[in-house]
């Protein structure tokens, strides 16, 4: 079997996957890709009290300051998933948790840890794909009329989700002899060349929520570890994290690259050539009235 053909039975693979998950797959996207925002507005109900210490404590802003900090953290990461599951003002809900991502990254000095900085870059290409989609439902109320084209905002949102997801697996790299983990980061590295430049994307990114959820379940296992260590509170942190990243991929093959990927610009290079697969239709092309 040659490589074409063998890339080519792996592309029915995933369409067929794609067929059978088409009514699942964009919740399931949605609820990963909150789930670490769920799972840090809860965590900020029960450790009021530390959370509000350690902010009063570090940036000597009062309890006053604090208690807004911790309150703004609370209701604004569960307020916009509350949103997000219910299909209620998404674009708003994004918003908001973009401005908790970023008053994050200053409050607990994520801006100078790089692998931190990385997975909360990532998670707002997650938010970005999420955007896109909110924005393509908008349109698909607005039957014929004239869109935008290639450059509307939304192909560069999906561009800039993909770029912004790839960091996540930069920081999964391990720079050390073993044949295992440089045959995983060739093989890692690979793949998030082919979804940041949107090329055979739905494959790649599938495979990669495959690697990155055994990598997930096995490396991040908080429920095997007692609640009182510090190593909890750490992994169950770095497991939902991995787990919204998960989410903004599922995104990316639900939605498609969009339109600044090779995937589409090589339907205009070929368009009529016999040796070009003629495109399928992606699942999600048209509005289903489910979702």
């Known amino acids: 079997m040659g490589q074409e053909e063998l890339m080519s039975r792996a592309e029915d693979v995933a369409d067929q996957f794609l067929r059978v998950t088409k009514q699942y797959l964009p919740h399931l996207a949605r609820l990963c890709l909150i789930s670490t925002f769920l799972e840090d507005g809860i965590r900020m109900w029960f450790q009021w009290n530390e959370q509000k210490d350690y902010i009063e404590a570090t940036w000597g802003c009062g309890y006053f300051l604090a208690t807004c900090f911790v309150l703004l953290n609370l209701t604004g990461q569960l307020g916009g998933c509350v949103l997000i599951l219910s299909r209620n003002f998404v674009q708003y809900a994004c918003f908001g948790l973009f401005g908790v991502i970023a008053l994050q990254t200053v409050a607990y000095s994520i801006l100078w840890d790089i692998k931190f900085l990385m997975r909360n870059l990532a998670l707002g290409g997650g938010l970005l794909l999420l955007l896109a989609e909110s ?23 999906q561009l800039g989700g993909r ?129």
């Open 135 to 157: 924005r393509s439902e908008g349109k698909s109320m607005f039957a014929g009329v004239p869109s935008m084209g290639e450059s509307s905002p939304k192909q560069y949102m």
């Open 163 to 291: 770029v912004l997801l790839v960091l996540m697996f930069m920081t999964l790299l391990h720079f050390d002899p073993s044949f295992f983990s440089i045959l995983q980061n060739m093989v890692g590295t690979a793949l998030i060349i082919l979804v940041a430049i949107g090329f055979k994307t739905k494959l790649a990114a599938l495979t990669l929520v495959i690697w990155l959820l055994a990598i997930n379940v096995y490396f991040n296992a908080f429920w095997t570890v007692p609640a009182y260590k510090p190593m909890h509170d750490f992994l169950k942190y770095d497991f939902f994290q991995t787990t919204s990243v998960i989410g903004g991929l599922l995104l990316v093959v639900a939605l498609g690259p969009g339109g600044v990927s090779m995937d589409e610009k090589k339907k205009e290079w070929l368009p009529s050539s016999p040796l070009c697969r003629s495109p399928r239709p992606h699942p999600y092309t048209h509005p289903v009235p489910w979702l």
